[in-house]
């Protein structure tokens, strides 16, 4: 991974006009703002408090820190061979336009069912960050307010607010977004050193050395080793997101290699705090049965441990990070629809990659970033349960769209690698990548918990053959006619005459 590139390699908008991209959007995120995205995604304290409690019953402390360690090096693979594919091509469309460039036949397919994998996974995360806040919002609530009682409706109505603040954010200024994430960096550092402070100072009383090795399994099933591979979930919902820094490319300064670094340092970074956090609450916990069975555990241990206000204050720490999250989250979908919209993929693409003149933003591709989480919010009005299985292809459609570029990549006797590579260790992480995805979205769509009721029903995989349904009804239909790819606006001398100044 060389740091003398070659200068021409780092000429943001010739790698573009190379691409077959005129330049619409302004560069005015730079390294540490591209990590920020995807940190802020990542947002070790968000995932950790939103999938403690499942941990704890499907593998317990021996999962939740020795499978946070084995995950985050696994998903580091996942990053270091998304870093040079991000590399090679830094545009807003990322995965998307890499599927489609890297494929050697059926460049068109490859690239859509990417797009829509990511698109959708993207949605989803919006929406589940955002109901996790307004549900921990509401906990807040009523711990302040004991007569307060959450609702269902009042949790949907909390999540539109949520994405309505966010929606005008992303909508006025990049410069502002950029000034978030900077603070959301701030905001889950110094929180995380509070609420781990916090934890490890207050309390007269702490569990021992070898908790870290304790073992349960509440899931229902027999089987310990299933019960614990379980468990491994609890960090891969954590991380998902880094492919932000790769959505930011064509806002990023240098991106050829700021955004490879900034994959690479935000799942670092969020590896080694994380797994601090991780510790902290695992040795705080007092009584663990009562803790386990606790609405939301994590709530339940800083109560437990540093009572009422103390866990009020750093429960609002959590759902600042929740609120940074959710923004991120929308940022980054944002700029996909405008990269899928401007190669025409998207009904009413026109609208959703134009760019406003005033802010340089893709104001239209903001608002359906905005409104598509909240078509997937309202169910939970009348059922959990029906939001659940909405939303449960999240994870398993992000990672689904980051092992496709890495696996066409793998395929491909000479790859051009940009200036940020991995060299002759590229095919290998990249095959370590694609296997550890393949497990990890196995066990995504694995039944959870048992017996298996309507209320515990894994829906995942239902969720994902929705999606590949309907993309390839609409694919054989209409899309295999006019959609071929990544198209390209012509040379780039002929697309650098189209910049928008």
């Known amino acids: 991974m060389p740091d003398n590139a070659d200068p021409v390699a780092l000429d943001d908008d010739a790698t573009l006009h190379a691409m077959g991209y005129p330049r ?15 940190f802020t995604i990542i947002n070790i304290i968000s995932g950790i408090f939103s999938s403690f409690g499942f941990g704890m019953g499907a593998g317990g402390p021996r999962i939740l820190v020795f499978g946070w360690i084995g995950v985050s090096v696994m998903v580091l693979f996942v990053g270091a061979a998304m870093g040079e594919i991000a590399s090679a091509y830094p ?20 690239s859509w ?18 109901f996790a806040a307004a549900t921990f919002v509401q906990a807040f609530i009523a711990m302040q ?21 966010q929606a005008l954010a992303n909508t006025y200024t990049v410069r502002l977004v950029a000034v978030l994430n900077r603070i959301s960096v701030w905001w889950l550092l110094i929180g995380m050193v509070v609420i781990v402070g916090a934890l490890a100072l207050i309390p007269t009383h702490h569990q021992s050395p070898s908790f870290a090795v304790h073992f349960a399994n509440n899931t229902g099933f027999t089987n310990a080793i299933y019960g614990g591979m379980l468990g491994l979930l609890v960090t891969s919902w954590t991380f998902t997101g880094f492919d932000g820094s790769f959505h930011m490319s064509e806002e990023t300064v240098k991106a050829t290699v700021n955004a490879p670094r900034g994959i690479m ?39 437990d441990a540093l009572g009422v206000d103390t866990a009020k204050f750093l429960l609002l720490i959590v759902i600042g990070a929740m609120l940074f999250c959710g923004l991120a989250n929308m940022t980054s979908n944002t700029r996909q629809i405008f990269a899928f919209s401007r190669d025409g993929a998207m009904p009413g693409s026109r609208w959703w990659h134009s760019v406003s003149a005033r802010t340089r933003t893709p104001v239209k591709a903001v608002w359906l970033a905005a409104a598509c989480p909240l078509v997937l919010v309202v169910p939970g009005w009348w059922s959990h349960t029906a939001f659940t299985a909405v939303v449960s292809v999240n994870v398993v459609g992000l990672f689904l769209a980051y092992g496709v570029p890495i696996f066409l990549r793998l395929r491909l006797t000479h790859f051009q690698a940009g200036p940020w590579n991995l060299g002759r260790y590229g095919k290998p992480v990249a095959a370590v990548a694609v296997i550890w995805i393949a497990v990890s979205n196995v066990l995504f769509m694995l039944p959870q918990a048992y017996p298996v009721t ?48």
Do not use: C
Not at 93 to 109: D, M
């Open 24 to 38: 619409k959007l302004t560069r005015r995120f730079r390294a540490f703002d591209n990590f920020a995205i995807s």
């Open 91 to 110: 545009t807003s469309g990322a995965l998307y336009f890499s599927a489609g460039k890297l494929a050697k036949r059926h460049q068109g397919a490859w």
């Open 113 to 130: 069912y990417t797009g829509w994998l990511n698109f959708v996974g993207q949605v989803g995360g919006t929406a589940a960050t955002n």
């Open 145 to 165: 307010w004991p007569s307060y009682v959450p609702t269902a409706p009042q949790t949907v109505a909390i999540t539109a607010a949520i994405l309505l603040v």
């Open 265 to 303: 340092r935000a799942i670092s970074y969020s590896a080694i705090t994380g797994l601090i956090l991780m510790l902290a609450l695992v040795y705080a916990i007092r009584d663990y049965g009562h803790a386990a069975k606790a609405d939301a555990p994590p709530v339940q241990i800083l109560v």
């Open 454 to 501: 309507p209320e515990s029903f894994n829906y995942a995989p239902i969720a994902l053959a929705v999606v590949l349904l309907i993309a390839t009804v609409w694919w054989f239909a209409t899309a295999r006619r006019r959609f071929q790819g990544p198209v390209s606006y012509g040379s780039p001398d002929e697309v650098a005459a189209m910049d928008l100044i």
